[in-house]
Protein backbone atom coordinates (compact mmCIF):
# COMPACT_ATOMS: atom_id res chain seq x y z
CA UNK A 1 0.00 0.00 0.00
CA UNK A 2 1.17 3.52 -0.97
CA UNK A 3 1.78 5.65 2.21
CA UNK A 4 -0.18 9.08 2.00
CA UNK A 5 -1.18 11.67 4.36
CA UNK A 6 -4.74 10.55 4.91
CA UNK A 7 -3.74 6.36 5.32
CA UNK A 8 -0.83 7.83 7.50
CA UNK A 9 -3.45 9.53 9.61
CA UNK A 10 -5.75 6.37 9.57
CA UNK A 11 -2.97 4.15 10.79
CA UNK A 12 -1.69 5.98 13.15
CA UNK A 13 -5.18 6.27 14.69
CA UNK A 14 -5.89 3.08 14.98
CA UNK A 15 -2.58 2.28 16.59
CA UNK A 16 -3.73 4.80 19.03
CA UNK A 17 -7.22 3.50 19.73
CA UNK A 18 -5.76 -0.47 20.18
CA UNK A 19 -2.56 0.39 21.92
CA UNK A 20 -4.97 2.42 25.16
CA UNK A 21 -6.30 -1.25 26.19
CA UNK A 22 -3.19 -3.04 26.30
CA UNK A 23 -1.70 -3.81 30.03
CA UNK A 24 1.99 -3.51 31.15
CA UNK A 25 3.50 -6.38 28.83
CA UNK A 26 5.70 -9.29 29.76
CA UNK A 27 9.36 -10.08 27.96
CA UNK A 28 7.47 -11.92 25.18
CA UNK A 29 4.97 -8.91 24.00
CA UNK A 30 5.44 -6.50 21.38
CA UNK A 31 8.41 -4.27 21.61
CA UNK A 32 6.79 -0.80 22.31
CA UNK A 33 7.89 2.11 20.71
CA UNK A 34 6.44 5.11 21.61
CA UNK A 35 5.77 7.93 18.78
CA UNK A 36 5.56 11.59 19.55
CA UNK A 37 4.24 13.15 16.37
CA UNK A 38 2.81 16.61 15.60
CA UNK A 39 0.98 14.59 12.51
CA UNK A 40 -1.51 17.82 12.39
CA UNK A 41 -1.56 21.48 12.79
CA UNK A 42 1.12 24.00 11.44
CA UNK A 43 3.83 22.28 11.73
CA UNK A 44 3.00 18.84 10.98
CA UNK A 45 5.01 18.28 7.37
CA UNK A 46 8.45 16.73 9.20
CA UNK A 47 6.43 14.41 11.36
CA UNK A 48 4.17 13.19 8.49
CA UNK A 49 7.52 12.20 6.33
CA UNK A 50 8.97 10.78 9.48
CA UNK A 51 5.94 8.89 10.04
CA UNK A 52 6.25 7.18 6.36
CA UNK A 53 9.62 6.17 7.07
CA UNK A 54 8.73 4.56 10.72
CA UNK A 55 5.46 3.04 9.53
CA UNK A 56 8.09 1.33 6.63
CA UNK A 57 10.85 0.66 9.23
CA UNK A 58 7.72 -1.53 11.45
CA UNK A 59 6.46 -3.20 8.48
CA UNK A 60 9.56 -4.48 7.10
CA UNK A 61 10.64 -5.85 10.03
CA UNK A 62 7.48 -7.29 11.53
CA UNK A 63 7.07 -8.77 7.81
CA UNK A 64 10.86 -10.75 8.69
CA UNK A 65 9.15 -11.78 11.82
CA UNK A 66 9.99 -8.91 14.11
CA UNK A 67 13.27 -8.50 16.65
CA UNK A 68 13.90 -11.97 18.04
CA UNK A 69 10.17 -12.97 17.70
CA UNK A 70 8.67 -10.00 19.42
CA UNK A 71 6.77 -7.60 16.71
CA UNK A 72 7.14 -4.19 16.86
CA UNK A 73 4.13 -1.87 18.34
CA UNK A 74 3.83 1.70 17.58
CA UNK A 75 2.06 3.77 19.65
CA UNK A 76 0.96 7.22 18.17
CA UNK A 77 0.11 10.04 20.12
CA UNK A 78 -0.73 13.54 17.53
CA UNK A 79 0.65 16.68 19.71
CA UNK A 80 -0.87 18.97 17.20
CA UNK A 81 2.71 21.09 17.94
CA UNK A 82 1.49 21.59 21.37
CA UNK A 83 3.83 21.53 24.42
CA UNK A 84 1.01 20.67 26.17
CA UNK A 85 -0.54 17.77 24.56
CA UNK A 86 3.40 16.06 24.47
CA UNK A 87 3.99 16.61 28.15
CA UNK A 88 0.25 14.72 28.44
CA UNK A 89 1.20 12.10 25.76
CA UNK A 90 4.67 11.35 27.47
CA UNK A 91 3.30 10.71 30.64
CA UNK A 92 0.75 8.83 29.32
CA UNK A 93 3.35 6.30 26.99
CA UNK A 94 6.03 5.86 30.29
CA UNK A 95 3.32 5.19 32.94
CA UNK A 96 0.60 3.51 31.56
CA UNK A 97 1.56 2.13 28.42
CA UNK A 98 4.83 1.04 29.18
CA UNK A 99 6.43 1.81 25.90
CA UNK A 100 10.28 0.68 25.68
CA UNK A 101 11.53 3.83 23.56
CA UNK A 102 10.25 6.57 22.26
CA UNK A 103 10.56 8.25 19.02
CA UNK A 104 10.05 12.08 19.03
CA UNK A 105 8.70 14.92 19.82
CA UNK A 106 9.27 16.02 15.95
CA UNK A 107 9.98 19.37 16.83
CA UNK A 108 12.56 21.32 19.94
CA UNK A 109 9.22 23.53 21.22
CA UNK A 110 7.74 19.96 22.22
CA UNK A 111 10.70 18.55 23.06
CA UNK A 112 11.98 21.09 25.06
CA UNK A 113 8.78 20.06 27.77
CA UNK A 114 9.15 16.24 27.62
CA UNK A 115 13.01 15.91 27.54
CA UNK A 116 13.49 15.93 31.52
CA UNK A 117 10.09 13.75 31.89
CA UNK A 118 11.82 11.25 30.00
CA UNK A 119 14.86 11.81 31.79
CA UNK A 120 13.63 11.01 35.36
CA UNK A 121 12.00 7.87 33.89
CA UNK A 122 15.20 6.74 31.99
CA UNK A 123 13.41 6.52 29.19
CA UNK A 124 15.35 5.58 26.08
CA UNK A 125 14.22 8.62 23.67
CA UNK A 126 15.42 9.19 20.27
CA UNK A 127 14.62 12.73 18.25
CA UNK A 128 15.26 14.52 15.56
CA UNK A 129 14.69 18.19 17.35
CA UNK A 130 17.62 20.91 16.63
CA UNK A 131 17.84 23.15 19.61
CA UNK A 132 21.11 22.51 21.21
CA UNK A 133 20.23 22.58 24.84
CA UNK A 134 18.03 19.07 24.26
CA UNK A 135 21.50 17.53 24.16
CA UNK A 136 22.82 17.22 27.78
CA UNK A 137 24.53 13.77 28.61
CA UNK A 138 24.77 14.77 32.05
CA UNK A 139 20.97 16.59 32.60
CA UNK A 140 19.37 13.70 29.77
CA UNK A 141 21.59 10.44 29.65
CA UNK A 142 18.87 8.92 28.05
CA UNK A 143 18.44 11.24 25.35
CA UNK A 144 20.10 10.88 21.45
CA UNK A 145 19.81 13.00 18.90
CA UNK A 146 19.54 11.39 14.97
CA UNK A 147 19.38 14.98 13.16
CA UNK A 148 22.41 17.50 13.27
CA UNK A 149 21.96 20.40 16.11
CA UNK A 150 20.80 23.58 14.74
CA UNK A 151 24.33 24.63 15.38
CA UNK A 152 25.45 22.54 12.52
CA UNK A 153 22.33 23.71 10.34
CA UNK A 154 23.00 27.54 11.63
CA UNK A 155 26.60 27.22 10.56
CA UNK A 156 25.54 25.84 7.03
CA UNK A 157 23.22 28.52 6.44
CA UNK A 158 25.42 31.02 7.57
CA UNK A 159 28.52 29.93 5.46
CA UNK A 160 26.10 30.16 2.51
CA UNK A 161 25.31 33.44 2.99
CA UNK A 162 28.37 35.19 3.93
CA UNK A 163 30.90 33.04 2.00
CA UNK A 164 28.96 32.05 -1.33
CA UNK A 165 26.04 34.67 -1.27
CA UNK A 166 28.58 37.28 -0.08
CA UNK A 167 25.42 38.99 1.72
CA UNK A 168 26.01 41.19 4.24
CA UNK A 169 23.26 42.90 5.49
CA UNK A 170 20.42 39.65 7.10
CA UNK A 171 17.18 39.43 7.94
CA UNK A 172 16.43 36.77 10.55
CA UNK A 173 12.73 35.60 10.46
CA UNK A 174 11.41 32.38 12.71
CA UNK A 175 8.41 31.66 13.91
CA UNK A 176 6.54 31.81 17.61
CA UNK A 177 7.01 28.52 18.41
CA UNK A 178 9.92 27.63 21.02
CA UNK A 179 11.94 26.74 17.94
CA UNK A 180 11.16 29.05 15.78
CA UNK A 181 12.53 32.08 19.43
CA UNK A 182 15.46 30.08 20.12
CA UNK A 183 16.53 29.33 16.36
CA UNK A 184 16.30 32.94 14.97
CA UNK A 185 17.95 34.11 18.28
CA UNK A 186 21.25 31.83 17.90
CA UNK A 187 21.09 33.07 14.42
CA UNK A 188 21.22 36.61 14.37
CA UNK A 189 24.11 36.30 17.10
CA UNK A 190 26.23 34.00 14.80
CA UNK A 191 25.57 36.44 12.02
CA UNK A 192 26.31 39.45 14.49
CA UNK A 193 29.93 37.33 15.57
CA UNK A 194 31.36 36.94 11.81
CA UNK A 195 30.69 40.87 11.09
CA UNK A 196 27.52 40.56 9.35
CA UNK A 197 24.85 43.27 10.34
CA UNK A 198 21.40 41.80 11.25
CA UNK A 199 19.17 44.86 9.72
CA UNK A 200 15.61 43.01 10.79
CA UNK A 201 14.92 40.31 13.13
CA UNK A 202 11.31 38.91 13.69
CA UNK A 203 9.16 36.32 15.19
CA UNK A 204 6.31 35.53 12.83
CA UNK A 205 3.15 33.69 14.17
CA UNK A 206 2.81 30.77 12.01
CA UNK A 207 -0.95 31.23 11.31
CA UNK A 208 -0.41 35.29 10.35
CA UNK A 209 -2.01 35.42 6.85
CA UNK A 210 -0.34 38.80 5.80
CA UNK A 211 3.27 38.91 5.56
CA UNK A 212 3.69 41.75 3.79
CA UNK A 213 4.45 44.54 6.91
CA UNK A 214 7.59 42.20 7.86
CA UNK A 215 8.75 41.48 3.88
CA UNK A 216 9.10 45.12 3.93
CA UNK A 217 10.45 46.04 6.86
CA UNK A 218 12.87 43.38 5.68
CA UNK A 219 13.13 45.19 2.30
CA UNK A 220 13.52 49.16 3.44
CA UNK A 221 16.26 47.74 6.14
CA UNK A 222 18.57 46.70 3.68
CA UNK A 223 18.39 43.05 3.44
CA UNK A 224 20.76 40.71 1.28
CA UNK A 225 19.70 37.70 1.94
CA UNK A 226 16.44 36.93 4.37
CA UNK A 227 17.11 33.81 6.62
CA UNK A 228 14.00 31.59 7.78
CA UNK A 229 13.64 29.34 10.78
CA UNK A 230 10.10 27.28 10.75
CA UNK A 231 8.81 24.36 9.66
CA UNK A 232 5.46 25.97 8.82
CA UNK A 233 4.96 25.85 5.27
CA UNK A 234 2.46 27.70 5.33
CA UNK A 235 4.02 30.56 6.78
CA UNK A 236 7.00 30.11 4.55
CA UNK A 237 5.05 29.99 1.47
CA UNK A 238 3.03 33.14 2.80
CA UNK A 239 6.88 34.81 2.89
CA UNK A 240 7.61 33.46 -0.67
CA UNK A 241 4.50 35.20 -2.38
CA UNK A 242 4.32 38.38 -0.75
CA UNK A 243 8.45 38.34 -1.81
CA UNK A 244 6.95 37.32 -5.28
CA UNK A 245 4.28 40.10 -5.50
CA UNK A 246 7.18 43.05 -4.51
CA UNK A 247 9.23 41.36 -7.40
CA UNK A 248 12.24 41.50 -4.97
CA UNK A 249 13.64 38.73 -5.59
CA UNK A 250 16.34 38.19 -2.41
CA UNK A 251 17.74 34.97 -1.70
CA UNK A 252 16.03 33.18 0.76
CA UNK A 253 18.14 30.26 2.52
CA UNK A 254 17.21 28.49 5.85
CA UNK A 255 14.99 25.63 7.77
CA UNK A 256 14.68 22.47 5.76
CA UNK A 257 10.86 23.23 5.29
CA UNK A 258 11.59 25.96 2.48
CA UNK A 259 12.24 22.72 0.34
CA UNK A 260 9.23 20.46 1.56
CA UNK A 261 7.02 19.77 -1.45
CA UNK A 262 3.98 20.81 0.12
CA UNK A 263 5.53 24.57 -0.62
CA UNK A 264 4.96 24.11 -4.20
CA UNK A 265 1.21 23.80 -4.19
CA UNK A 266 1.18 26.83 -2.16
CA UNK A 267 3.15 29.41 -4.05
CA UNK A 268 1.37 31.62 -6.19
CA UNK A 269 3.99 31.04 -8.60
CA UNK A 270 6.04 28.64 -9.71
CA UNK A 271 9.36 31.32 -9.93
CA UNK A 272 8.28 32.45 -6.48
CA UNK A 273 10.46 29.54 -5.24
CA UNK A 274 13.39 30.30 -6.92
CA UNK A 275 16.54 31.44 -5.15
CA UNK A 276 15.35 29.55 -2.07
CA UNK A 277 17.98 27.23 -0.70
CA UNK A 278 17.07 25.22 2.15
CA UNK A 279 19.20 22.74 4.17
CA UNK A 280 20.68 19.63 3.16
CA UNK A 281 22.81 16.66 3.44
CA UNK A 282 25.03 15.06 1.46
CA UNK A 283 23.26 11.53 1.73
CA UNK A 284 19.96 12.70 0.43
CA UNK A 285 21.55 15.02 -2.65
CA UNK A 286 22.49 14.30 -6.17
CA UNK A 287 25.79 14.59 -7.65
CA UNK A 288 26.81 16.41 -10.80
CA UNK A 289 25.67 13.40 -12.64
CA UNK A 290 22.40 12.93 -10.94
CA UNK A 291 23.10 10.36 -8.84
CA UNK A 292 22.55 10.07 -5.25
CA UNK A 293 25.11 7.84 -2.68
CA UNK A 294 24.72 4.14 -3.23
CA UNK A 295 23.19 3.70 0.12
CA UNK A 296 20.41 6.21 -0.44
CA UNK A 297 19.57 4.66 -4.15
CA UNK A 298 19.07 1.39 -2.69
CA UNK A 299 16.86 2.79 -0.20
CA UNK A 300 14.44 4.90 -2.73
CA UNK A 301 14.08 1.37 -4.31
CA UNK A 302 12.85 0.18 -1.72
CA UNK A 303 10.54 2.73 -1.34
CA UNK A 304 9.24 2.84 -4.37
CA UNK A 305 5.46 1.86 -4.81
CA UNK A 306 5.24 2.18 -1.40
CA UNK A 307 6.13 5.27 0.33
CA UNK A 308 4.96 8.37 -1.09
CA UNK A 309 7.82 11.03 -1.84
CA UNK A 310 5.84 13.26 -3.87
CA UNK A 311 5.49 15.80 -0.88
CA UNK A 312 7.66 15.14 1.78
CA UNK A 313 11.93 15.01 2.09
CA UNK A 314 13.22 12.03 1.53
CA UNK A 315 15.95 12.88 5.29
CA UNK A 316 12.51 12.69 7.31
CA UNK A 317 11.07 9.34 5.70
CA UNK A 318 15.16 7.87 5.91
CA UNK A 319 15.20 9.40 9.96
CA UNK A 320 11.93 8.24 10.77
CA UNK A 321 13.24 4.67 9.31
CA UNK A 322 16.43 4.90 11.04
CA UNK A 323 15.15 5.55 14.49
CA UNK A 324 12.89 2.20 14.44
CA UNK A 325 15.90 0.59 13.31
CA UNK A 326 18.29 1.93 16.09
CA UNK A 327 15.82 0.27 18.46
CA UNK A 328 15.27 -2.50 17.26
CA UNK A 329 19.08 -3.29 16.43
CA UNK A 330 19.84 -2.40 20.21
CA UNK A 331 16.85 -4.96 21.24
CA UNK A 332 18.53 -7.56 19.03
CA UNK A 333 22.00 -7.15 20.12
CA UNK A 334 21.40 -7.00 24.01
CA UNK A 335 18.81 -9.76 23.93
CA UNK A 336 16.87 -7.03 26.30
CA UNK A 337 14.35 -4.03 25.91
CA UNK A 338 15.45 -2.98 29.73
CA UNK A 339 16.08 1.17 29.74
CA UNK A 340 19.34 0.00 30.46
CA UNK A 341 20.33 -2.14 27.05
CA UNK A 342 19.07 -0.08 24.70
CA UNK A 343 20.59 3.14 25.92
CA UNK A 344 23.79 1.40 26.44
CA UNK A 345 24.34 -0.02 22.85
CA UNK A 346 23.20 2.93 21.46
CA UNK A 347 26.76 4.77 23.64
CA UNK A 348 28.66 2.04 21.84
CA UNK A 349 27.77 3.11 18.35
CA UNK A 350 30.76 4.61 15.84
CA UNK A 351 29.63 5.33 12.32
CA UNK A 352 26.41 3.01 12.29
CA UNK A 353 25.07 3.01 8.58
CA UNK A 354 21.96 4.42 8.36
CA UNK A 355 20.18 5.40 5.23
CA UNK A 356 19.81 9.36 6.49
CA UNK A 357 22.99 9.23 7.97
CA UNK A 358 25.81 7.36 9.99
CA UNK A 359 25.14 7.99 13.61
CA UNK A 360 27.95 8.03 16.18
CA UNK A 361 26.97 7.93 20.29
CA UNK A 362 29.43 7.30 22.96
CA UNK A 363 28.22 8.07 27.35
CA UNK A 364 30.15 11.38 26.46
CA UNK A 365 28.47 12.58 23.01
CA UNK A 366 25.20 11.89 22.19
CA UNK A 367 25.17 14.32 18.91
CA UNK A 368 25.53 12.10 16.52
CA UNK A 369 25.23 13.15 13.26
CA UNK A 370 27.97 13.96 10.76
CA UNK A 371 28.49 18.06 10.60
CA UNK A 372 30.47 17.38 7.47
CA UNK A 373 27.06 15.40 6.12
CA UNK A 374 25.28 19.45 6.22
CA UNK A 375 25.16 21.00 3.14
CA UNK A 376 22.22 23.31 1.39
CA UNK A 377 20.24 22.85 -1.64
CA UNK A 378 18.70 24.44 -3.91
CA UNK A 379 14.97 23.96 -2.17
CA UNK A 380 12.67 23.27 -5.93
CA UNK A 381 15.11 21.06 -6.95
CA UNK A 382 13.27 18.27 -5.40
CA UNK A 383 13.46 14.87 -7.04
CA UNK A 384 11.89 11.60 -5.05
CA UNK A 385 12.54 13.84 -1.91
CA UNK A 386 15.99 14.21 -2.66
CA UNK A 387 17.66 17.84 -3.91
CA UNK A 388 20.42 19.02 -6.12
CA UNK A 389 23.19 20.67 -3.82
CA UNK A 390 22.88 24.41 -4.45
CA UNK A 391 25.28 27.04 -6.36
CA UNK A 392 28.49 27.84 -5.40
CA UNK A 393 29.94 24.24 -3.85
CA UNK A 394 32.51 22.48 -5.47
Excluded at 78 to 97: C, F, H, R, Y
Excluded at 113 to 137: E, F, G, Q, W, Y
Excluded at 204 to 221: E, G, S, Y
Excluded at 250 to 261: K, N
Aim: one cysteine or more; glycine letters at 8%; aromatic letters at 8%.
Amino acid sequence: MLLTRRSLALAAAATSAISLARPAHAANEPLRIGWLASLTGASSAPAIGFNRGLIFATDSINAAGGVKGRKIEIITRDTQGDPTKAVNATQELISQLKVDAIWGPTNSGESLATTSIMARSKMPNLHPCVVDSLIDVKKYPNAFRIAPSNSQWDDAVRGYALKILKARKIAVIGDTTGYGVTAAKASAEAFKKDGAEVVYLANIDATQPDMTPDMLRARDAGAEVIVIWSVSTGMIARLLNTRGTMAWNVPCVGHPSLSSGEIASLVSNKSYWDNVYAVGYKSCSYDSAGKLPTRTEEFVKRLTGKVDLSDTLLWWVAAGFDAINLVAKAVETTGSSSNDAIIGYWNSLNRYPGNFGNYSFSVEQHNGYPTDEVVMSAANSAKLGAFTLAPGYS
